[in-house]
């Protein structure tokens, strides 16, 4: 039944390690996200997906890729991690781009980088 | 620079005590304003989408309205099941790709 998966729930990691989140949608979806909320409970996006067309907010380092094997998944790779990275990730998925085409989250990922 | 503010942070009410949470934007152009509910430890839900100043949606003991320059969610009559952070985001013409810019959220807890 669950629409946006991500796994794991929790990541626990030290600094300077190279870590994965995966995101899977069962929803036929063809947009796809990342969204970072830190600990002010503030929600930003990270990228968007669509079409093998990626958009990159320009504030995120070069250290976060997203990877994306198919329609349905969108994975977050984050490389050399450092304490600001510890944060909830979120995945969404929508189909389409448009306010009519409302997007789906995930349960998150609660990253812990110590 | 786009930018949505939400007022309260934070909003306790009794069960049964009605009232509204605000959401103020500044966009270059609206394509949409969006409601979220966040529960701890979820993902947001959705709620509500409008479009126009004017629009207004009803759910439940919610309904949203939206101006030119804000929107309100106005909570009638709340069960304590209400309480929740709500969270207010737009989607603005000329962004990349759907992506949603969000507020910090208003949280909202209703005693019974």
């Known amino acids: 039944d669950t629409a946006v998966s991500q796994t794991p729930k929790y990541l626990v990691t030290q600094m300077g390690n190279d870590k994965s989140i995966k995101c899977e949608q069962n929803?036929?979806?063809?947009?796809m996200y990342w969204y970072k909320q830190d600990s002010k409970k503030f929600l930003k996006i990270m990228f968007s997906?669509?079409?093998?067309?990626?958009?990159i907010n320009e504030t995120v380092p070069n250290r976060f890729s997203p990877k994306s094997p198919d329609k349905a998944h969108l994975n977050l790779h984050i490389n050399s991690l450092e304490l600001g990275d510890s944060a909830v990730y979120f995945c969404?998925?929508?189909?389409?781009?448009?306010?009519?085409?409302?997007?789906?989250f995930g349960p998150g990922t609660r990253l812990t980088v110590l | 620079e786009d930018q949505v503010t939400q007022s309260p942070e934070a909003l306790r009410l009794q069960e049964g005590e009605s009232s509204s949470l605000n959401c103020s934007y500044t966009v270059s152009g609206l394509r949409g304003l969006f409601w979220y509910r966040q529960d701890p430890g979820k993902g947001p839900e959705f709620l509500f989408t409008?479009?126009?100043a004017g629009e207004e949606k009803e759910k439940e003991r919610l309904k949203a309205t939206l101006t030119k320059k804000e929107s309100f969610l106005h909570i009638t009559a709340p069960k304590p099941e209400d309480s929740a952070t709500y969270l207010c985001?737009?989607?603005?013409?000329?962004?990349?790709?759907?992506?949603?810019?969000f507020g910090k959220g208003t949280k909202l807890s209703v005693k019974p």
């Open positions: 997906y669509n079409n093998k067309e990626l958009i």
């Open positions: 985001a737009v989607q603005v013409y000329g962004g990349s790709q759907g992506n949603l810019i």
């Open positions: 969404a998925s929508s189909q389409g781009t448009t306010p009519y085409n409302e997007q789906f």
């Open positions: 929803l036929g979806h063809d947009t």
């Open positions: 409008l479009y126009s």
